[in-house]
């Protein structure tokens, strides 16, 4: 996920996407339809399938890399009728009923896609894992070029990347020696275009979004015979809120049991966001879970006094403070002294860097674009949001918070050059097209409302349901040290208050990383990743297999 395409806050107002309204046509060089003249809706490119190679871990692994979109409906009963092409089946009522001109027809998504098969593989003994983005909002080029695809974007450091020409290579750390991949673009980006009366409504918002990529999920594995083979998720950002959803969607509305879902920066909870912390008083939450994440980037900028050896043990060291005297100073509200305060800031102040009288003007309580702008103004800079690592000149040296992500500065261009070069040279996909990184909402707003809950945004419970209704349903949760947009500290708070029976509880692990929301733009962290990931997706394989007497 990117700062253009920025995780919903605590207001749950999504900011930066101001673009105009969303494209319709299938090209962007395309004439739009004539009113009256259904024939001048051209129908979407046709899949082009490429060989390709890489190597990861000694291990030569020949693949076909399938590039092209596939049509959802608006509706479980719309989707229904709809052929593989996309179109009203002949016979059905939305044949029947299909007006005169498209832009009247009902909704449907064009969801653009790249999949990773290996060569030679049976079908039933190879995973397949479908990887997405968040936002919401956001295509998925950031998971497809940075993570686990065969290609990876060279982004080490946590400087600003060099303008072009940048480097694409092999990505040694590849998922594909255990898992075939498909990276999914939501609805409305990518290659992706929605069509049809009132499409924003259909499939911008939390249920309706997990919806079509579970219609997607469904009309995949139908396309490419794969309705046998073990099945993950791979939800990054406000994936992960997707994720939650998408797993009850399938195992309780689809009938499709999934191996894994693996979790990648993972927010459930948006009432524990510490970007709008300050917007919701007496809900103290966020500024102790946030802590340890403030703490682990002080300690990276060497702003903690004394400063210590290695960080984990003191990140374990700020977690108990956060969760025991911080939060109970916090409880007091108006009744904590003066010299309570003070001596709470003093604490604070050694932990996470900033001066003592600006914790104390805070009230101890510091969201998360004040201690970016904050924990470096000294020097001048500001703090990254995605990754706190980067750092970056102050756009306004007297702002009260950050007016911008470095890391997302650093790294976007980089990204978005390289892969629409990669897919149209080497997977000869997209030359008329307009590839989308984030949604065009416009005056646009996602909707919020939750199976008809409009106060606040938490899928625990979704995740909860899919693992009581599968109890043989294993999940992963990856995390950055350094993310400031979904704190780690937070995931490991949500995962242990989900709703399960405490037994349960075991079918969930945790894997952390010195890099940040992105974790694998630090090589060390991508090659964890891989090693971690793939570990999870082999055992869960084993142990299924086991359980089947296979």
Known sequence: MRASVRLIAALFVIACLQAPAIVRAAGDDEKPAA??????????????TTPGAVEVGGQHIAYNAVVGTITVGGTDAQDAQLGMDGKPLPG???????????????????????????????????????FYNGGPGSSTVWLHMGSLGPKHVVTSGDQHVPAAPYRLVDNAYSLLDVSDLVFVDMPGTGFGR?????????????????NAFARFIARFITKFNRWNSPKYIFGESYGTTRSAVLADILENNKSIDLNGVILLSQIFNFTSDIDGANANPGVDLPYELALPTFAATAWY?????????????????????????YAHALAQGTDLSEDEKRSVAEKLHGYIGLPVAYLVKANLRVN????EKMLLDDENLTTGRLDTRYSGPHMDPLSQAADYDPQSSAISSAYVSLF????????????????????????????LKHKGNPINLNVAGDLAEAMKANPRLKVMVNGGYYDLATPFFSA?????????????????EYAWYESGHMVYVRDESLKRLHDRVAAFITRTQAEDKQAVGQ
């Open 35 to 48: 009113k009256s003249d259904k024939a001048e809706e051209k129908a979407p490119p046709s899949d082009v």
């Open 92 to 130: 059905t009522q939305l044949a029947a009923s299909e007006p005169k001109d498209p832009k009247d027809a009902s909704p449907t998504a064009r969801m653009s896609y790249v999949a990773y098969f290996k060569k030679d593989a049976k079908a039933e003994d190879r995973p397949v894992t479908f």
């Open 194 to 210: 929605l069509i049809g009366k009132d499409a924003e409504k259909a499939f911008w918002g939390v249920d309706e979004d997990a």
């Open 301 to 325: 900028h060497k702003k903690v006094t004394p400063q210590p050896a290695a960080l984990e043990p003191f990140l374990k060291e700020v977690e108990d403070f956060a969760m025991g005297p």
């Open 368 to 371: 998360g674009g004040e201690f």
């Open 420 to 447: 629409n070069e990669y897919v149209r040279k080497d997977l000869k996909y997209g030359d008329t097209q307009t590839f989308l990184p984030s949604a065009l909402f416009g005056s646009f707003e996602w909707d």
């Open 492 to 508: 490991v708070y949500e995962e242990k208050h989900l709703p399960i029976p405490a037994t349960l509880a075991k079918n969930i």
